[in-house]
């Protein structure tokens, strides 16, 4: 019996082998544009309610989520599967590659409007206003840097079906959601880091104490 997606597509990563299905998880994996792709420096284009509900977008929107779990992402905006549309998803379950973070449920953004929700302004944040974290992007494999950003904004979107969200979030999840949407502006954490914290994967875990990889001065 073959795997499927829950779209009803055969599963991209299900095997024949010898006339027998492996039983697999049915996923269907998309390719990652890497650092350089020109698509990711594009500013993606907004999504109608109408084509948010077409099947093509529905499989995306799973696609990215079976992408980002496969990743071990904590995120991924269409942009870094080749798709210049407003849409990003977002989730931390015991996330080996950030094992530091608190979970994040599983979050569908549409047309994202993420706003500065802190005092201070943007250009010149207080530190009980910020975050600074080492972010990492799948489209930019193996490096870190520290990025510092303003440690609580508005989200205005909408999900999957088309339903408005409006919520606030704050710490690790306002650092995220900035993340992911700046990618659908055409940017990317490394514009934005201390460019002398760079550091790739090995030498992070080597040399970035626990303590520095997330500091969030506001945390109550
Ligand atoms: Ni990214």
Redesign the pocket.
């Known amino acids: 019996m073959a795997a499927r997606t829950s779209s009803g597509r055969l599963a991209a990563s299900a095997r024949d082998t010898g006339g027998f299905w492996a039983t697999v998880q049915a996923v269907a994996i998309r390719k990652i544009a890497q650092l350089g792709e020109p698509v990711l420096r594009r500013v993606a284009r907004p999504l109608s309610v109408e084509e948010l509900k077409s099947a093509a977008i529905q499989t995306l929107i799973d696609d990215m989520i079976d992408t980002m779990r496969d990743a071990d992402g904590a995120?991924l905006?269409a942009p870094?599967v080749y798709e210049s549309v407003q849409l990003c998803v977002i989730e931390i379950s015991k996330n080996p590659r950030y094992p530091d973070a608190l979970d994040i449920p599983l979050t569908v953004l549409v047309n994202p409007v993420v706003t500065p929700d802190v005092k201070s302004s943007v250009a010149e944040l207080a530190p009980e206003d910020s975050i600074s974290m080492f972010e990492g992007?799948?489209?930019?494999t193996g490096l870190r840097g520290q990025v510092t950003r303003p440690r609580r904004v508005r989200v205005q979107a909408l999900d999957r079906h088309g339903s408005h969200l409006d919520f606030a979030w704050e710490g690790v999840r306002a650092s995220v959601v900035q993340?992911?949407t700046d990618?659908l502006k055409g940017v990317?954490?490394v514009d934005l880091a201390d460019s002398k914290s760079l550091t790739f994967l090995r030498e992070y875990e080597r040399y970035v104490p626990r303590e520095e990889r997330i500091v969030d001065r506001g945390a109550p």
């Not at 992007?137 to 930019?140: A, F, G, N, T």
């Open positions: 995120g905006a870094q992007c799948l489209s930019v993340h992911e990618h990317l954490y």
